[in-house]
């Protein structure tokens, strides 16, 4: 199988070509500068020089808050540009998988949203990625990869904020603990995401590690793990205001997932001693 990915410097995407080149397929993955998606028919030229079975697309403006001064910029590079991207899939033939998000869901629920839940988003990242949500189904060889909370190399993120701010010396920290969601090692999610595409899986699916926390506990192990001098203290989203409204409750139902996978999907505390060894900073 022959990978193409968009948005392949990002922390995501980087880690979806290197996995596939571990398994020894090839694999290419292109920056916004090599491959800017909200050119018509620029995804088109490089499936047509690549020819791959399986275009993943991570290309996106992820910056949340960012999102809600430049909606413009979010609709045409989460949404519209997300159309090029089927059109060049479909140009050949290709898998398409689409990543996507848990903020397409408002966060009122209570229970672990399934894959066929009514979507509200609070932001206008989630509203730009909803859009593109639904230029990728328009292709039948779709699938719309909805995930949450990723952390892994390659990246800034929540890890490496938390580790950043108890190096500066702040002790205790406070960290929200009224949102609740499922955190996601990056190299655990690109072994599933080629898993599923190996098995030709469509339509809409959601992949997060086990088992639901919030962030205020996510930094807890966190710490615990690497920093195990620094306090946490749990806060009110309230306490710290933020242009983009977040989801109180971000939990994905990833049981359809699973039984495709034919495996449990690992939990998020594994992923995170093997992120910590990697990046050194396991205590």
């Not at 022959?2 to 995501?12: A, D, E, N, Q």
């Not at 989203?237 to 994905?252: E, G, H, I, K, Q």
């Amino acid at each position: 199988m022959r990978v193409l990915v968009f948005g392949g410097s990002g922390m995501l995407g980087r880690v979806v070509v290197e996995e596939a080149r571990r398994r020894g397929l090839a694999a290419l993955g292109l920056s916004r500068r090599q491959a800017d998606i909200t050119r018509e028919g620029i995804p088109r030229e490089w499936v047509e020089r690549f020819r791959p079975q399986l275009v993943v697309n991570c290309a996106a403006f992820t910056r949340v808050d960012d999102c809600e001064a430049e909606r413009k910029l979010a609709r045409e590079v989460n949404g519209h540009a997300v159309a090029n991207v089927a059109d060049a899939a479909e140009s050949c033939g290709a898998l398409l998988t689409q990543i996507s998000t848990d903020y397409v869901f408002d966060g009122r629920s209570s229970t672990p949203y399934e894959n066929d839940a009514a979507t509200a988003p609070m932001s206008v990242y989630g509203e730009s990625k909803l859009l593109g949500e639904q230029a990728a189904r328009a292709y039948p060889r779709s699938l719309v990869l909805r995930v949450s909370w990723l952390f892994g190399p390659g990246g800034g993120n929540f890890v490496t904020t938390m580790l950043r701010l108890a190096d500066q010396g702040m002790n205790p920290l406070r960290v929200v603990d009224d949102q609740v969601g499922g955190p996601t090692y990056t190299r655990f999610l690109a072994r599933a995401l080629l898993d599923l595409a190996s098995k030709g899986a469509t339509g809409v699916l959601s992949y997060q590690n086990r088992e639901a926390v919030s962030w205020y506990g996510f930094a807890r192990e966190i710490l615990r793990q690497a920093r195990p001098s620094v306090a946490v203290e749990p806060a009110a989203t309230a306490d710290f205001p933020r242009p983009a409204r977040r989801p109180a409750y971000s939990v994905l139902d990833v049981g359809p997932t699973e039984s495709l996978l034919q495996r449990p999907v690992e939990t998020w505390s594994s992923g995170l001693a093997l992120y910590l060894a990697e990046i050194g900073e396991l205590g």
